[in-house]
């Protein structure tokens, strides 16, 4: 159900919509015109109807690979000591998944190509330790946690629920 709501501010008049359907977000908009205000009205409750108007449009025009290489060249310069490492395993992640569209990449998928990271061996021949799979998750993880609150890409971060490897004591 959509409500016009006529704002006056001094001399300037505005319209100021809100659709609220049963199930669905509150959607919010404001205009000059009262026409404009009843067109974007209708527009916008037939295609929440018809579920063509979502707010995760972001995650299904976004691959991973375009949020690897915006972080790397706007998040990653500002932390110089882990620049390097972060660097590598982003790409790694950007090899195996940068195809995938944002909403596509899940849980699943992730824990996947982390136990397909555990399998594979290091350039000296060695297997990767559980330590070394949980510092490429940390890395993708923090790239998904930037995605969501700084630039809205994404609703929720799917590494949430992604389990880590336990690691050996140490020294």
């Known amino acids: 159900?959509?409500?016009?709501?006529?704002?006056?501010?001094?001399?300037?008049?505005?319209?100021?919509?809100?659709?609220?359907?049963?199930?669905?977000?509150?959607?919010?908009?404001?205009?000059?015109?009262?026409?404009?205000?009843?067109?974007?009205?209708?527009?916008?409750?037939?295609?929440?109807?018809?579920?063509?108007?979502?707010?995760?449009?972001?995650?299904?025009?976004?691959?991973?690979?375009?949020?690897?290489?915006?972080?790397?060249?706007?998040?990653?310069?500002?932390k110089p000591k882990s620049e390097v490492d972060q660097k590598r395993q982003l790409l790694w992640w950007k090899q195996q998944l940068g195809h995938y569209v944002l909403a596509d990449v899940t849980a699943v998928v992730i824990a996947e190509h982390r136990d397909k990271l555990t399998r594979g061996l290091t350039p000296q021949g060695r297997q990767r330790s559980p330590a070394t799979a949980n510092r490429y998750l940390a890395a993708l993880s923090h790239a998904l946690t930037i995605a969501v609150k700084e630039w809205g890409w994404l609703d929720d971060n799917p590494m949430r629920k992604v389990r880590k490897l336990k690691e050996p004591r140490g020294r």
């Open 1 to 78: 159900m959509a409500t016009i709501e006529q704002r006056k501010t001094g001399s300037n008049t505005t319209y100021r919509v809100k659709i609220r359907l049963r199930g669905h977000p509150p959607q919010t908009a404001t205009f000059d015109r009262k026409t404009d205000a009843k067109r974007w009205a209708q527009h916008t409750e037939a295609a929440i109807r018809e579920g063509r108007h979502f707010k995760t449009t972001e995650a299904k025009k976004r691959t991973l690979g375009e949020l690897v290489d915006r972080y790397l060249r706007d998040v990653l310069p500002s």
